[in-house]
């Protein structure tokens, strides 16, 4: 039986027969990101079931996508933390993330990563949401702004905010 | 005291270490709190979405291009459960172009749920030249599903993640293209199920309702329905 199928695609643009590993190529390098933003989005949730509903949307909605308006990465990127507000609005708590579970006999390290992450909690969500994006999920700014839904500068400008915030919180509080 | 931006720097450093060992949350979890990851959910979503694109790259399945694609069926009787090799059922030819001529034969019109259907499109290039149809994705050349009013045309994917445009060549006369139509839906699920359908217990995919379906076939650089022929189908119980 012949086929008359030709792609003539590049390698971003795989034939029907290599779509199945491709898909994977494409969004394993990601999948990592795409936790760490699900982490500090909905840290109530558990971030590989945000991942894993991402992934399927990005799947369904591929179609979407259009690779002129910026790399893969930032795509995904975005679906995840729409999929993790999206599920944080009507999970049902899962391990509730407190700081009093934090065992009191850890080390110097943690008793300042504490503090710290006591003080980042305590800052205005938006200043909250871009340290967390930038800082812990460790995404470029640009990145940053895309799940953010603003401007580079406007990231960068809460970012410096956000930085006076902690230093003053950090520095009353004796850190 | 250090600057902060060094500290939120090494702070987010520790954590995102603590991440990959398998501790996700923000800020901290004692570790009697955490449930067991279940990385092996996206490990799985990550294969089975492979999966099924392999599965389509070879023979066919759903796509957007479809929708409404849901026209009064044409065919012949129905013939046995089967999902063997084709048996030339074949459906009256709507082509609409004037270079190109579209046939679908199928295996058989009745199906168990559960089994796939095989079914073979021929597309007649009547001109003494090659044929390019563009895209914005050859996600793949053809492909089809079954459909009726309970069950619509289902999103599924049009490829733009995985290619950003290309052409199938059709050759100068008859070009086969094997075309297998599911009697499951492809995606199914979660708290927010895909395609409102939850997984069978096993995990796997949940099967169509039964009753009287009519193939849809999309032929991408085509427009959607005005060429694809399709045929009643009939999906019984397992």
Not at chain 1, 13 to 25: H, N
Not at chain 2, 219 to 233: F, I, Q, R
Request: hydrophobic letters at 40%; proline letters at 7%.
């Amino acid at each position: 039986m012949k086929s008359g199928v030709e792609s003539t695609g590049s390698a971003m643009r795989p034939s029907t027969a290599e779509l199945g590993s491709d898909f994977e190529c494409w969004v394993r390098p990601h999948v990592g990101a795409m936790r760490r933003v699900a982490a500090v989005t909905a840290p109530d949730l558990d971030p590989d079931d945000v991942v894993q509903e991402a992934l399927l949307r990005a799947w369904r909605k591929s179609s979407t996508y259009q690779a002129e308006r910026g790399p893969i990465r930032g795509w995904l990127i975005a679906i995840t933390a729409d999929r993790a507000r999206r599920m944080r609005g009507r999970a049902k708590p899962r391990n509730i993330a407190l700081l009093t579970d934090v065992d009191l006999t850890s080390s110097r390290r943690e008793d300042s990563s504490l503090a710290m992450r006591e003080a980042v909690l305590a800052l205005p969500a938006r200043q909250r949401e871009a340290v967390l994006l930038f800082y812990y999920a460790d995404l470029p700014v640009r990145e940053v702004a895309a799940v953010m839904g603003c401007a580079e500068g406007t990231v960068k400008s809460t970012l410096s905010d956000a930085r006076a915030h902690l230093q003053r919180t950090l520095g009353e509080n004796g850190g | 005291m250090a600057d902060i931006d060094e500290l939120l720097r090494r702070d987010g450093e520790l954590w995102r270490s603590r991440l990959s060992d398998g501790n996700p949350v923000f800020p901290i979890v004692h570790p009697s709190k955490q449930s067991p990851r279940r990385r092996w959910a996206v490990e799985a979503t990550i294969a089975g979405i492979a999966a099924i694109a392999v599965v389509i790259a070879t023979v066919s399945h759903a796509g957007p291009g479809a929708r409404g694609h849901d026209r009064t069926a044409s065919g012949p009787t129905p013939a046995a459960v089967t999902d063997g090799p084709v048996t030339n059922v074949v459906v009256p030819v709507r082509a609409r172009t004037t270079t190109l001529t579209l046939q679908l034969k199928m295996a058989a019109q009745v199906v168990s749920q559960g089994k796939q259907l095989s079914g073979t499109l021929v597309i007649l290039n009547k001109t003494s030249s090659n044929v390019y149809l563009s895209s914005d994705c050859n996600f793949p050349a053809v492909y089809g599903q079954l459909v009726n009013t309970r069950v619509p045309a289902r999103s599924f994917v049009s490829g733009g993640v995985l290619c950003g445009g290309s052409r199938t060549k059709i050759k100068p006369g008859s070009n086969v293209f094997p075309v297998t139509f599911l009697t499951t839906y492809f995606a199914c699920g979660g708290d927010a199920p895909i395609d409102g359908e939850r997984c069978n217990s096993g995990g796997s995919l949940p099967f169509l309702p039964t009753g009287t379906y009519r193939t849809s076939i999309t032929v991408n650089g085509l427009p959607a329905g005005d060429h694809t022929p399709s045929v009643e189908v009939t999906i019984i119980p397992a």
